[in-house]
């Protein structure tokens, strides 16, 4: 199959995985009990649509703590068909053990199919509200932040809690449910009674109108009772990047002692990989923003297990920070731009077969996003199958992210797996793409091929 000339050839991520134990230094490593950054500081000053106003809330002095390690169990197929989700064991002696699940767009909260508004209303769209908000819910003034207005929104408490989560906001909610949500918080009371509300059945649910004066308006759970949105002033921190444009379709090269991490941010997702002696130990993606001078990600694939959250800091300088509260870890990279073109998950929706050493595979890409994924060896029946995985899919950039929920062999299957792509030309018959590579990061064997093409009819 000949690739389109006009993109770089992808470059090859090894698939031989270097598995190293963690520093507890590391600001990616689950074994760091990582913190949240302070966003304000006495230099902070404004941009042009960001004053500087200090902080209401008041600091504290308690320990802070990091969210849960979702542990990175593999998959299985059961009778049900129900697949097994990882656990999440958490880092607080507060938390219990939960059901990890990611930040994909294919497992984020649904909004309700409809909501009821005051005459003269209207459901919020995310472009419809501010930057930062002043809320107060089950009696704590909290801030809610939307960043870039992509699908990451936050609440915060000003040294006490982060609780971010990915929606599509939908008829104007934001659901946060325990599990779909990452959190870093302190043991405090206030912080106490919004995680008692978190860990309701359903969570807890925020929901914008816009009233008949074009006022912003919310409401908790439902309630018929609207009340005003208080805009919110955010300093923005001397030296540190405040909005996500500036990162966008850049690669952070960083480096830290011995080991390389590269930060890759697309439009409104991210993937990190970390290798040590030129070879990749392990790597998470997810979806991320920068909100109140802080570089938010929320993970939805990992190869290995990780936290619900992580919180840096972007310098000016080409830097990237991580504190835990008492010490800073920064790290220098190199910037450049990405290179490679983004791709359209419609193009790889359909039917796609390849072979490789003797092995016939079957890749079938839903416009649900779901995925199904067949390798037989002869005849295809079931006494020859050799591979089965099923699971989730999307395209961050120019990469397919994949979700295995299901797999033939679960105690040899990663859980997730990503990979760069490049589409083939045009078949002018059904003038749709002839086929693709898929420059992949799976170490399973029996291994997935590198390029896939359109099955042929009479």
Request: hydrophobic fraction near 30%; glycine fraction near 6%.
């Amino acid at each position: 199959m000949i690739m389109n000339k006009k993109k770089l050839l992808a470059f090859l991520v090894s698939s031989a995985f270097l598995f190293v134990g963690c520093n507890e230094d590391d600001p990616i490593s689950p074994n760091n009990n990582e913190t949240e950054i302070s966003s304000s500081s006495e230099e902070d000053d404004c941009d042009s649509d960001e004053c500087e106003v200090k902080s209401s809330s008041s600091k504290t002095e308690d320990k802070k703590s990091s969210d849960s390690k979702d542990d990175d169990k593999k998959s299985s197929d059961s009778k049900d068909n129900k697949s097994s989700d990882s656990k999440s064991e958490s880092n607080s002696s507060s938390s219990t053990k939960d059901e990890a699940k990611s930040s994909s767009s294919a497992d984020a909260p649904k909004s309700s199919s409809s909501v009821d508004v005051p005459a003269g209303a209207h459901a919020a769209k995310l472009a419809d509200l501010e930057k930062n908000y002043e809320l107060k819910i089950f009696d704590q003034t909290v801030y809610l932040s939307t960043g870039s207005k992509q699908g990451l929104v936050a609440l915060r408490i000003q040294d006490e809690l982060w609780l971010v989560t990915y929606t599509d906001f939908a008829n104007g909610e934001v659901k946060f449910v325990d599990g779909n949500v990452g959190k870093q918080y302190a043991e405090t009371d206030g912080v106490k009674k919004i995680l008692e509300q978190l860990k309701a059945k359903d969570g807890f649910t925020l929901s914008f109108i816009v009233d008949k004066d074009n006022v912003v308006k919310y409401a908790v759970n439902g309630s018929k009772e609207y009340s005003e949105a208080v805009k919110a002033s955010v300093a923005v921190t001397k030296g540190k990047i405040s909005k996500a444009a500036d990162i966008q379709n850049k690669i952070f090269e960083c480096t830290d002692g011995d080991t390389t991490r590269t930060f890759t941010f697309f439009d409104n997702s991210y993937i990190v990989e970390n290798a040590a002696g030129g070879k990749v130990a392990y790597w998470i993606g997810g979806h991320y923003d920068i909100q109140r001078s802080t570089l938010l990600m929320r993970p939805a694939y990992y190869n290995k297990p990780v936290y619900s959250m992580y919180a840096y800091s972007v310098g000016s300088d080409n830097t990237i920070s991580s504190s835990n509260g008492e010490t800073t870890t920064t790290m220098n990279c190199k910037v450049e731009a990405s290179e490679y073109e983004y791709e359209k998950a419609s193009d790889f929706v359909g039917e796609w077969q390849a072979q490789k050493d003797g092995v016939e595979w079957k890749f079938t890409l839903k416009a649900d996003g779901t995925y199904e994924l067949l390798a037989f060896e002869g005849n295809n029946n079931v006494g020859s199958n050799v591979e089965r995985k099923s699971g989730s899919w999307e395209i961050y950039g120019y990469q397919l992210m994949m979700h295995n929920k299901g797999c033939l062999h679960p105690d040899k299957c990663t859980s997730s797996i990503h990979g760069q792509l490049q589409t083939g030309p045009i078949d002018k018959a059904t003038n749709k793409i002839s086929g693709f590579s898929f420059i992949h990061s799976d170490p399973d064997t029996p291994k997935i091929p590198t390029s896939f093409d359109a099955p042929q009819y009479e």
